[in-house]
Nanobody, 121 residues
Framework: QVQLVESGGGLVQPGGSLRLSCAAS????????MGWYRQAPGKQRELVAG???????NYADAVKGRFTISRDNAKKTVYLQMGSLKPEDTGVYYC???????????????WGQGTQVTVSS
């Protein structure tokens, strides 16, 4: 089994910052792409940021210049540094990783349970 556990969510005022973390555990042979999605109430889940195994990153237009995704391969962890937060950033944030459990397995996508981020004064 592969488990992803997120942390770092919470309540923050507009203009504030938060850092989300997501650590993978379990039987993992290799990890490829990692990413963060979010889902606001009544809306579909959307990509926030992604990072490849080579370190290339991509961001949703709404967060460019404010959020930074990074990864620590040794710790099997992906981070999302969020700054200049806005009320519209409110939602449940999910991490995802494409992992291979064994060398002979195909890669599969795994998801965390989600962490709530609320931006409000």
């Amino acid at each position: 089994q592969v488990q992803l556990v997120e942390s770092g969510g919470g309540l923050v005022q507009p203009g504030g910052s938060l850092r989300l973390s997501c650590a993978a555990s379990g039987s993992i042979f290799s990890i490829y792409a990692m990413g963060w999605y979010r889902q606001a109430p009544g809306k579909q889940r959307e990509l926030v940021a992604g990072i490849t195994s080579g370190g290339s990153t991509n961001y949703a237009d709404a967060v460019k210049g404010r959020f930074t995704i990074s990864r620590d391969n040794a710790k099997k962890t992906v981070y999302l540094q969020m700054g200049s937060l806005k009320p519209e950033d409110t939602g449940v944030y999910y991490c995802t990783m494409r992992c291979r459990r064994h060398g002979w397995d195909p890669a599969s996508d795994y998801w965390g349970q989600g962490t709530q981020v609320t931006v409000s004064s």
